[in-house]
């Protein structure tokens, strides 16, 4: 009788406990979705700064094409004339995600545009992110860590600023993909069945069509199932998580355009066969082990590590052979500069010249992760106690991505859910501890004889671990932390049977411990509200600036790109930095010559040549590409500090390491950049100082430049070879048009046409010989 | 003198090896076989590449893949039978096999798709 009636109320608690974290996770999501809603409140449902635009305008055309056009799509509007395929060369998972929302949103009479389901792609794919990290973290450590890990993921900034409303970028779903990646492959490794393996290598497919990120996932992988073996935690639940995973998810991986042969080719896949071929050879030392007896299996060892010895160094010197005949042993660009810091300024240029790409400062790690930058050490001793296959990955996770995360700002990204995780854990140990010690105080005197007899029988695991279930699935840092009463009363015997073993606090420490936290809990809300409503939620496309006389606007950007598109013929070519290829091409719908996706360097360089160039150079540069346009943004009216000027020295770094007559020394005075009366010659006359400030002492008469808080060095001069055809309201962005040559030409010319290649040209230009550089 | 005692040693491990894999269950020796099927077509293919070439790749990659995909497969399979393996006793063979089939589905949609 008496152990029904427990077995009854536990079944009672059980389902009041699972809808108590259904509800708490529906609140989370619904959490995750409104904090990322500032941007549209503040400015308007638009899709922010440059990536995304072109995200955008690929779904465009996935929406209005088809999924085969849009596979074997060749765009001839950007990298004039070389075009670009864009089948081959982008990662399908954000739009194939974003498409399919629409259609089936359609599909029920739900006409939504392509740009609501866009802009709010990535606040929905946040909440099923934190849900994700639910899942996840329940496998490591239980509910109630995984409720905790799941709010805090919902909130923490670093995720937030990559994922706003209007931030239609790869990292959008690629987090979630990753998350439930990880979430499937713990899950095998917990259980064992193939099912969830399959499950997993179809979760990694995801994520590979998703991001160039996925080389995280199946280098970290690897490198937990070789810990897991070095540290004598091998298990044939370890050899189905691992295995199938590396055959099917190199497939899966091969299938998509992208990545292609790169699967099976490339450094950065090398080391998954590696243990993939470790993993088989100690799966079969343990089955063999299993079939000998222990002397028998002596010898064989003996024999089989003097042969298999020999056989090894050849395999590997040939593999070693071949890697080290690459001249980068096999890795790509952008993974070299995660491994080794320095290579992208070294070598690449353009890789070390996005701010995404720089290191992070200190300060930031506050800034992104706040409270957590904390509690994840203590997660992470949280975590030896007691140490499973699961934890030993959490811990390997939360190593891997600090230091990634010191490489670059960017992949701060990649820390969140790991520090969210660990801190989760933490939070939810502490909690633990504290409410067991005010339990314990408060009650452990009454004690209840009919149910100690019902659970006498109980192993003691069994009493630690479901007096944890129903404590932690009650705990979380909530803003308003009550109702644990409700749970007091039902268990007093088992808090009574488990205090010789466990560590109880005193009542007051205790009491003031959990104020503490859930204060603590308070201060890390109220920082990521602040982060996403001021720091992380501007469109980058519409600026905003308060003074004294209200708010103020600048839109700009929009207003050059409606004058493009509704004054320039539809094939006429537009030359600008390659910041804002996309925004032009979506926007404005005209032909870029270069933009965001920086894959051809020689054809940077020469826009950067033609900006270096005094003004008859580039018009010769900007009209071998059938250029029309000429497109720089200018900030110095209104202070914007992003504009070309100030990218100025990366355009000659750029065009300089491709073309040599292009040497940065000439446009620094004493190693200074400058633009006033001291700055050089070549710098006072190449073009992207005239496009700039073309006019501009009109404004207020002196030529002030409020960004660079200095006058202008040259003032007064026309522009010979262009013509201004628009300025924007504030001045930030100018479009100007390529005169055409003239009909009649003054004076001798000398017709010589030059045999010198272009690399080798020399660096004085008389005026009236054409000295084509493509000749 | 050394020479002999391993060759002795050898002898006697094959035949301890030999007598232990004998008294495995018929039905694990079935599945070893199949591994073995998968394995050694999977050298033949190898071994074709070697002479031929490797163009097409995608065929190339798709065929050897599948061929070691079965055997990993096969192997997991194995492993979740034995009656030998503690940590699968709740498992019961039949929920084994359908994982078993439906992930050699999902293995086989993707290598029909990448054969090109």
């Known amino acids: 009788m008496a152990a029904q009636e427990t077995s009854q109320s536990a079944t009672f608690r059980y389902a009041f406990g699972n809808v108590l974290s259904f509800s708490v996770l529906l609140l989370i999501g619904v959490m995750a979705f409104s904090i990322r809603l500032f941007s549209v409140?503040?400015?308007?449902?638009?899709?922010?700064?440059?990536?995304?635009?072109?995200?955008?305008?690929v779904t465009q055309f996935l929406t209005k094409s088809g999924v085969y056009d849009f596979w074997n799509w060749f765009d001839d509007r950007t990298w004039y004339p070389l075009g670009r395929v864009i089948g081959g060369t982008v990662y399908p998972g954000l739009t194939l995600t974003a498409g399919a929302l629409w259609r089936i949103l359609n599909s029920v009479n739900i006409p939504l545009s392509v740009e609501t389901v866009c802009v709010f792609t990535a606040p929905v794919f946040s909440a099923f992110a934190?849900?994700?990290?639910?899942?996840?973290?329940?496998?490591?450590?239980?509910?109630?860590a995984g409720l905790t890990a799941a709010a805090l993921l919902a909130m923490v900034p670093s995720y937030i600023s990559r994922s706003v409303a209007g931030s239609y970028d790869n990292e959008a779903v690629a987090i979630f993909a990753l998350i439930f990646t990880f979430y499937l492959y713990i899950k095998t490794l917990n259980t064992g069945s193939l099912f969830y393996a399959t499950l997993n290598a179809i979760a990694y497919f995801y994520m590979v069509c998703s991001w160039g990120g996925y080389t995280f996932i199946i280098n970290l992988i690897p490198m937990h199932v070789l810990l897991c073996i070095v540290t004598g935690r091998y298990s044939p639940r370890l050899y189905i998580a691992y295995a199938p995973l590396v055959v099917l998810g190199t497939l899966l991986a091969a299938l998509v355009p992208v990545v292609g042969f790169n699967a099976v080719m490339t450094s950065e896949h090398f080391a998954s066969f590696l243990v993939f071929i470790i993993i088989h050879v100690v799966a079969l030392v343990y089955y063999i082990k299993g079939l000998l007896t222990p002397q028998m299996f002596k010898v064989a060892v003996t024999l089989v590590v003097s042969v298999g010895m020999i056989l090894c160094f050849a395999v590997l010197a040939v593999l070693i052979a071949l890697v080290a005949s690459s001249p980068t042993k096999g890795w790509s660009g952008r993974s070299l500069s995660l491994l080794d810091p320095t290579y992208a300024s070294k070598y690449i240029p353009i890789i070390a010249s996005v701010s995404e790409h720089q290191p992070p400062t200190w300060p930031s790690y506050f800034m992104d992760i706040n409270v957590l930058a904390f509690l994840v050490p203590a997660g992470i001793i949280a975590c030896f106690l007691p140490l499973s296959d699961a934890s030993s990955f959490a811990v390997l996770y939360i190593v891997t991505s600090v230091y990634?995360?010191?490489?670059?700002?960017?992949?701060?990204?990649?820390?969140?859910?790991?520090?969210?995780?660990?801190?989760?854990?933490?939070?939810?140990?502490?909690f633990d501890v504290f409410t067991r010690s005010i339990?314990?105080?408060l009650l452990g005197v009454t004690q209840n004889p009919q149910d100690n007899a019902g659970d006498t029988t109980n192993v003691t695991q069994n009493d630690v671990k479901s007096e944890k279930s129903e404590d932690t699935i009650k705990e979380r840092p909530s803003r308003k932390s009550k109702k644990k009463e409700k749970e007091n009363t039902e268990k007093p015997s088992l808090v009574s049977r488990v205090e010789k073993k466990l560590l109880v606090l005193p009542l007051e420490t205790s009491v003031i411990a959990v104020f503490l936290l859930v204060l603590l809990g308070a201060f890390y809300v109220v920082h990521c509200v602040w982060a996403a409503a001021e720091a992380y939620s501007a469109p980058s496309i519409v600026l905003t600036s308060r003074s004294h006389d209200g708010l103020h606007v600048f839109d700009d950007f929009r207003e050059a790109y409606a004058w493009l598109s509704h004054n320039t013929e539809v094939d006429d070519k537009v030359a600008s930095w390659w910041d804002y290829g996309y925004q032009t091409t979506a926007m404005a719908n005209r032909t870029v010559i270069v933009d965001n996706n920086t894959w051809n360097n020689t054809h940077i360089a020469t826009v950067g040549t033609a900006m270096s160039s005094p003004e008859k150079a580039a018009w010769d540069i900007f009209?071998?590409?059938?250029?029309?346009?000429?497109?720089?943004?200018?900030?110095?009216?209104?202070?914007?500090?992003?504009?070309?000027?100030?990218?100025?020295?990366?355009?000659?770094?750029?065009?300089g390491g491709v073309f040599p007559h292009i040497k940065e020394p000439d446009y620094l005075r004493d190693g200074q950049y400058r633009i006033d009366s001291q700055a050089t010659p070549t710098m006072l006359n190449c073009l992207m100082y005239k496009l700039s400030y073309y006019?501009?002492?009109?404004?207020?008469?002196?030529?002030?430049?409020?960004?660079?808080?200095?006058?202008?060095?040259?003032?007064?001069?026309?522009?010979?070879?262009?013509?201004?055809?628009?300025t924007t309201h504030h001045w930030m962005v100018r479009i100007y048009k390529l005169k055409s040559p003239?009909?009649?030409?003054?004076?001798?010319?000398k017709k010589s046409k030059s045999q010198k290649s272009v690399s080798s040209t020399s660096s004085k230009r008389s005026g009236t010989t054409k000295k084509n550089p493509w000749q | 003198m050394g020479r002999s005692a391993t060759t002795k040693d050898a002898h006697a491990l094959f035949h301890s090896l030999r007598s232990a894999y004998a008294a495995t269950p018929n039905q694990l020796k079935i599945i070893d076989l199949y591994i073995l099927f998968a394995v050694v077509t999977a050298v033949i293919q190898v071994a074709y590449m070697a002479i031929v070439g490797s163009f097409p790749f995608n065929s190339f990659l798709s065929g050897v893949l599948s061929c070691v995909g079965t055997a990993v497969l096969a192997v997991s399979l194995r492993i979740q039978?034995?009656?030998?393996?503690?940590?699968?006793?709740?498992?019961?063979?039949?929920?084994?096999?359908?994982?078993?089939?439906?992930?050699?589905?999902?293995?086989?949609?993707?290598i029909v798709n990448f054969l090109g």
């Not at chain 2, 030998?84 to 929920?95: A, G, Q, V, Y």
Request: aromatic share 14%; proline share 4%; hydrophobic share 40%.
């Open chain 1, 404 to 430: 990634f995360s010191g490489v670059m700002v960017r992949l701060m990204l990649v820390l969140a859910p790991a520090a969210c995780i660990m801190s989760g854990i933490a939070l939810s140990e502490a």
């Open chain 1, 130 to 144: 934190s849900w994700a990290t639910y899942l996840l973290t329940k496998e490591i450590k239980g509910p109630g």
């Open chain 1, 623 to 655: 009209n071998s590409l059938d250029v029309k346009y000429v497109l720089v943004v200018f900030g110095g009216l209104v202070g914007y500090p992003s504009d070309d000027i100030n990218k100025f020295l990366w355009m000659v770094r750029i065009g």
């Open chain 2, 81 to 110: 039978v034995n009656k030998d393996n503690k940590e699968f006793k709740d498992l019961p063979p039949e929920r084994a096999f359908a994982d078993f089939v439906l992930c050699n589905l999902v293995l086989h949609l993707v």
């Open chain 1, 439 to 441: 339990k314990f105080h």
């Open chain 1, 742 to 749: 003239r009909n009649r030409i003054r004076g001798k010319t």
């Open chain 1, 41 to 57: 409140i503040k400015y308007e449902s638009v899709i922010h700064e440059f990536d995304p635009y072109f995200n955008y305008r």
């Open chain 1, 695 to 726: 006019r501009f002492v009109e404004t207020d008469g002196r030529g002030f430049d409020r960004v660079r808080n200095t006058e202008i060095g040259k003032k007064h001069f026309k522009l010979t070879h262009f013509e201004e055809v628009f």
